[in-house]
């Protein structure tokens, strides 16, 4: 009976000695973001860029392994404390740190990055495209930013800011809409001069304040307005040729539309609106995808 006794206390101490018929849990290691782990954002005051979201990945436990991401804040989006299930992710190896790369929602990018944040109108041209925000014109090539200048310095004797632009490729004029005066230019010695016979007032049959200019594809001239109207319009006779619903005519057109492409042979352009750029099909008359963010698109 005593050496029953003896030998039960043994195994009891050694199982307490090296922990046998324990609970055992191993605690990963504090999780960290943005800033703490050296991660910067892409953009320091915009709701744009990444966030990359660890998680640690522990080895085998005897409990169910979770860990908790703390509640965070990017350009004003909170991301609540929520429990993750990170059994995918167990290994028998040593821990290792994986992550999880998350394109936050955005619009823009602040003007002092090189991208406007929004544009109020857009054009191509004979050699570059311009796309114009408040007093600045940018010029784009192969839909890359390579030029930023004031309104007054690119287009002289002009406005100071512009709700419409667009290029006449076969009369060579790119005209500038501000409020409802149209302005054109010829390019002389690789420079923009306003012609003699503007500016001009849109005629009263015009009905709107225009917010966009775009060339259709079949080389109609349109002036359109965020309440949904539109009117065919000649810059050089000054006339109207045709209002009506712009849905009934330019279907399933993004709102607040603020110019357009050329079009190219398979009859796709790329539709610019205040912010984002939509590729639209003129055969299926719709976008073709979701929109980019103008400084994704521009890589800027």
């Known amino acids: ?30 999780i960290s973001l943005g800033r703490e782990i050296g991660i910067p954002h892409t953009d320091e005051d915009s709701d744009t860029g990444e966030i990359v ?5 522990p080895s085998t436990t005897t409990r169910k392994p979770t860990t908790t991401v703390p509640r965070i804040n990017v350009g004003g989006i909170g991301m609540g404390r929520s429990t993750v299930d990170v059994r995918g992710f167990t290994s028998t190896m040593n821990p290792r740190f994986t992550a999880a790369t998350k394109r936050l929602p955005s619009s823009d990018r602040h ?5 406007p944040n929004r544009i ?11 796309a114009f925000y408040e ?5 784009l090539s192969n839909n890359r930013i390579v030029d930023r200048s004031s309104l007054d310095e690119e287009f002289p004797d002009g406005p100071h800011q512009v709700n419409g632009a667009l290029y006449d490729s076969e009369r060579e004029i790119l005209w500038l809409v501000a409020e409802r005066s149209v302005y054109g230019y010829k390019q002389a010695s690789g420079a923009w001069k306003l012609q003699s016979v503007f500016p001009k007032e849109l005629p009263s ?35 109207s040729l045709m209002t009506g619903r712009t849905d009934s005519y330019f279907e399933n057109l993004p709102d607040r539309v603020r110019g357009i492409s050329t079009w190219n042979s398979q009859g796709n352009a790329n539709v610019f609106t205040q912010s984002l750029v939509f590729v639209y099909n ?7 995808g979701d929109g980019v963010p103008l400084g994704d698109f521009w890589r800027c």
């Open 135 to 139: 007093s600045n014109v940018y010029k």
């Open 53 to 57: 979201i660890p998680f640690n990945d």
């Open 1 to 30: 009976m005593k050496i029953l006794l003896f030998l039960t206390l043994f195994l009891v101490g050694t199982d307490a000695l090296f922990g046998f018929g324990e609970s055992k849990t191993t605690q990963g290691p504090k």
């Open 282 to 288: 003129s055969e299926a008359k719709k976008v073709t």
């Open 205 to 239: 049959s015009v009905g709107f304040t225009p917010d966009a200019a775009i060339r259709w594809h079949n080389k109609h001239q349109v002036l359109l307005s965020n309440g949904g109207k539109f009117a065919l319009y000649d810059e050089y006779w000054n006339k």
């Open 120 to 130: 109020d109108a857009y054009t191509f041209g004979p050699e570059y495209d311009y």
């Open 111 to 115: 003007p002092s990055s090189g991208c």
